[in-house]
């Protein structure tokens, strides 16, 4: 059972791409969030998405939303990826999937890939939106939208 639209995101914790502890009550109570969880570093797909909301990342930081990037990449990899593409937002390291598992992102091809989803959630952490999909460069304008409905 996975996270549905009015759900608050559960608290978790992890590495960021700075190998500094993430939590995420931090920003529950103050923004809006983009969550989105992507395969792997470095592959055309995810490099896709990621700079895809670099290049939106001041959109959602105008509209007061922050963009945060999870996978089951290393922090060693994330710091590599993110000053490979210049990703301006967080991204942080699901080594052993229990952030995957506690939105209840799903895995594809008989669980050897897994998902992409996206959770836009209001400043109080209730998802407002969904967006699963393996089209990585979809998720980008429909996470704006969700956010631009959430603060008009």
Not at 90 to 111: A, E, Q, T, W
Not at 125 to 147: C, R, T, W, Y
Request: proline content about 5%.
């Amino acid at each position: 059972m996975g996270l549905k639209v009015g759900d608050k995101i559960p608290n978790f914790i992890a590495k960021d791409n700075n190998g500094n502890d993430f939590d995420s009550q931090v920003l529950i109570g103050h923004k809006p969030l983009v969550i989105y969880f992507y395969p792997k570093d470095n592959t055309p797909g995810c490099t896709t998405q990621a700079c895809g909301f670099r290049d939106q990342y001041e959109d959602f930081k105008d509209l007061g939303a922050e963009v945060i990037g999870i996978s089951s990449d290393s922090v060693t990899s994330h710091q590599e990826f993110t000053k490979q593409y210049k990703l301006p937002f967080i991204l942080l390291s699901d080594s052993d999937g229990k952030i995957r598992k506690l939105f209840g992102v799903s895995s594809l091809m008989f669980g050897l890939i897994p998902g992409r989803v996206t959770y836009v959630t209001d400043k109080n952490g209730i998802v407002q939106m969904i967006f699963d999909s393996m089209l990585a460069n979809k998720h980008i304008p429909k996470a704006l939208e969700a956010i631009k409905k959430i603060v008009s």
